[in-house]
């Protein structure tokens, strides 16, 4: 959704004309009654990305995958869509397009040519594209110009690690910002002077607080001071950076949570895999989690396996269509890491993971049953068949480009052989299974077939649904009823 500059009305997109295709609108809030169709677009990955200061013009991005995104500039006199990117050139990232100064320059960030993802420059005259950040050796995930247009901040993930930096768009010359302390930073944005830059900042042993820099100066003042309930930072675990080598010599990281110091012996470990898969676990806080390695003495580690963003655009890509069991792979190789490290218990060890996290969860369960200890899927995909069948419209493009399309038989039966619901018999350790009922991305028909097959041949299964809820727990009185089971499973699965 993007505001015109005086505030009158808004453009924003929805599937609401067929379900499936992502088209644009223009509402005045003061008359959603008379909300326009101003674009008719095919496909689901469209959005808005900016509006010239003369509200003539629409920056729009179309997203096809996490290797793939266009760029278009949209007349809204004319109505000509004009493409800025070329369509036919494949694996290459071009999102967050924003008017600059000059009203024929666009910034925008493109992992073209490139490894990772650079702020760039775009003269639409001249199709000269020009790189800012080609000496940063990392993602550049978000930026924000100040009113002017003289002044730009960028954040960047290095290595699941925020930093930002300070840009000036005349001689195109940045530096960091060196006083803010390790961890995650939120979207920044410039006061309408252009003399403060606002900012969220989490660390690990801290919730998400608001910031306000002095842009001459660079002076930090904290606004916030987010409530942690009962929680004392001293007891919130702090994450180490962690690597080990997979089974092809791929490195792969990511963040290690030491169980706390007051518990001795050998400690049990949670591996929790994030979703996407194109997410990333970051050095983030662990939150109401800190209970595990706090109360129970659970150490956990949250990996970024093959196909995870933040390390290039090959790694990202490592995982897609047959390669899939790969990044299964990466979790086997984290197995034996973990069998190496000395206060850690390898014959205690439980997976879990949401989304894509849950397929991982699900797949890891019967290629290392005899490794792990138990595991808890939420949810998550049990076969790609079924999932991508009965997932909603818009979304099942954009996922074929990632997992493969279930259309073309060869397809279908890599699919078919790599379901967990078709490897259920060598399954033999106890599964927790959780799902909303209305959830629109991997349909609760999805963990039912998992229930009742494991059900079916006798094996160990825990099962929870909410039928007030969607992708993942949201209402507090079902969040706080899942973490209370899954501290019941741990304790009777994994710490006995």
Not at 61 to 88: F, G, P, Q
Not at 142 to 170: A, C, H, P, V
Not at 278 to 292: I, P, T, V
Not at 445 to 466: F, N, P
Request: neutral net charge.
């Amino acid at each position: 959704m993007i505001w015109k500059k005086d505030g009158s009305g808004f453009y924003f997109t929805s599937t609401k004309r067929n379900g499936g295709d992502r088209d644009i609108y223009y509402m005045n809030p003061l008359k959603p009654e008379e909300t326009q169709p101003v674009l008719e677009l095919k496909g689901g990955g469209w959005g808005i990305s900016d509006i010239s200061d003369d509200n003539k013009k629409l920056l729009i991005t179309e997203y096809v995958s996490a290797n793939d995104s266009y760029l278009y500039i949209y007349d809204l006199a004319t109505k000509k869509l004009e493409s800025l990117t070329d369509r036919k050139e494949k694996g290459v990232v071009q999102l967050n397009a924003s008017f600059g100064k000059d009203s024929d320059e666009i910034y925008y960030v493109t992992d073209r040519d490139n490894e990772f993802s650079r702020l760039a420059v775009l003269n639409v005259k001249t199709k000269k594209t020009s790189y800012l950040t080609t000496s940063i050796p990392w993602n550049v995930e978000g930026y924000d110009l100040s009113k002017d247009k003289s002044r730009l901040s960028f954040i960047t993930n290095e290595s699941g690690i925020n930093k930002l930096y300070m840009l000036n768009t005349d001689t195109r010359k940045f530096s960091p910002v060196g006083n803010i302390p390790v961890g995650l930073i939120g979207g920044g944005k410039f006061s309408g002077d252009g003399k403060s830059l606002y900012f969220s900042q989490s660390a690990a042993n801290s919730g998400s607080d608001i910031y306000k820099m002095d842009v001459a100066s660079q002076n930090i003042e904290r606004w916030t001071e987010s409530e942690q309930g009962e929680m004392q930072p001293a007891d919130m675990a702090i994450p180490k950076l962690i690597e080990w080598k997979s089974f092809d010599g791929m490195k792969i990281t990511g963040f290690y949570y030491p169980a706390s110091s007051k518990f001795t012996g050998k400690r049990p470990v949670l591996i929790s895999i994030h979703g996407g898969p194109e997410g990333q676990s970051m050095a983030s806080s662990l939150g109401q989690a800190n209970y595990f390695p706090n109360e129970m003495g659970i150490a956990m580690i949250a990996p970024n396996v093959r196909g995870s963003s933040g390390f290039g655009k090959t790694y990202i890509a490592a995982d897609n269509g047959y390669l899939r069991m790969n990044s299964v792979k990466d979790i086997g190789a984290l197995l034996d890491w973990i069998a190496k490290q000395p206060e850690l218990d390898k014959e205690r060890i439980m997976i879990t993971g949401g989304s894509y996290g849950g397929f991982m969860t699900l797949a890891t369960a019967y290629e290392y049953a005899d490794r792990i200890r138990c595991s808890m899927d939420v949810v998550g995909i049990s076969d790609f068949n079924t999932f991508l069948k009965n997932t909603e419209e818009y979304r099942r493009d954009l996922r074929r480009v990632e997992y493969g399309d279930e259309r073309i038989p060869k397809m279908a039966e890599f699919f078919t052989k790599i379901a967990p619901l078709n490897n259920i018999d060598k399954i033999n350790k106890p599964m927790f299974i959780v799902q909303g009922t209305n959830d629109p991305r991997v349909p609760v028909s999805e963990a039912i077939q998992m229930r009742d097959k494991l059900k079916a041949q006798g094996k160990t299964v825990w099962y929870l649904e909410a039928k007030n809820e969607g992708h993942g727990f949201r209402k507090k009185e079902n969040v706080d009823f899942q973490r209370l089971a899954m501290i019941r499973f741990m304790q009777e699965y994994l710490l006995k």
